[in-house]
């Protein structure tokens, strides 16, 4: 079965500062790879995404994030933060399939993780 | 930019009662879905659904469950006979489905109906 491991619950940074949040996932075949970004009261907004091609995928807001296929990994990474960026980001997983001739596209996500900015 | 709107942002019931969630996706949008996230936990799929049935459910979409696209712009999942453990934050989703690459097409989410089961 796959799943998605986003292990820091809460990551606190100073504003200005990098940060990198961590995503591993398992699956034994390809994937599609995604970052989604919940802010208080809001639904989810997708960040960036992987599908296939170039590993380092820029995003929205200034975010990268890069597949590490032999890691299993899709960290997410911004070199520099604002307070608005404090909010729950959400690694989530397609395994890319057709069923009665259209796709299934069930994302699996993460337990996410709170970004905390503090000035 | 067009999104996803649900209605009502927040919603208490009755344990035993039916609730009707509503949903309308992006207008020109194929594909449609419901998570749910329990507080505190992930968010999980429940439901997906294309050209008019469910094209995909997860083993917590029982009998309680069921989703309908009553006209050509709302999608709605109904849940009979609540109970407690269903209250969470449920999203509903769409993505496009045109060209190539169902899969690949970015689902957008709307604000989500916190649903509170008393």
């Known amino acids: 079965a796959q799943s998605v491991t986003q292990l820091d619950s809460q990551v606190p940074v100073f504003e200005e500062a990098p940060v990198e949040l961590r995503c591993n996932y398992s699956?034994?075949?390809?994937?599609?790879l995604f970052w989604y970004v919940q802010y208080p009261n809001q639904g989810l907004q997708l960040l960036l995404k992987y599908l296939s091609g170039s590993t380092l995928v820029k995003g929205i807001n200034g975010f990268e994030a890069e597949f590490n296929k032999s890691q299993t990994s899709f960290h997410l990474r911004k070199p520099s933060v604002h307070i608005s960026d404090t909010a729950e980001y959400f690694c989530a997983v397609i395994h890319p399939s057709m069923n009665y001739g259209g796709a299934t596209n069930k994302l699996i996500f993460g337990t996410g993780t709170l970004l905390a900015v503090q000035p | 930019e067009p999104e996803v709107t649900q209605t009502p942002s927040h919603q208490v019931t009755q344990m035993g009662q039916e609730v009707i969630l509503r949903c309308v996706p992006i207008?020109?949008?194929?594909?449609f879905y419901w998570y749910r996230q329990i507080l505190g936990q992930k968010v999980e799929f429940l439901v997906s659904?294309?050209?008019?049935?469910?094209?995909?459910k997860s083993e917590i979409f029982d009998d309680q469950f069921s989703v309908e696209r009553p006209d050509g712009s709302n999608f709605t999942l109904k849940i009979r006979s609540t109970k407690l453990e269903d209250s969470a934050m449920y999203f509903c989703?769409?993505?496009?489905?045109?060209?190539?690459?169902?899969?690949?097409?970015?689902?957008?989410f709307g604000d989500g109906t916190r649903l509170s089961i008393l």
């Open positions: 207008s020109n949008h194929l594909y």
């Open positions: 699956s034994s075949v390809s994937v599609y």
């Open positions: 989703a769409s993505s496009s489905g045109q060209g190539e690459g169902y899969s690949n097409q970015p689902q957008h």
């Open positions: 659904f294309y050209n008019n049935e469910i094209s995909e």
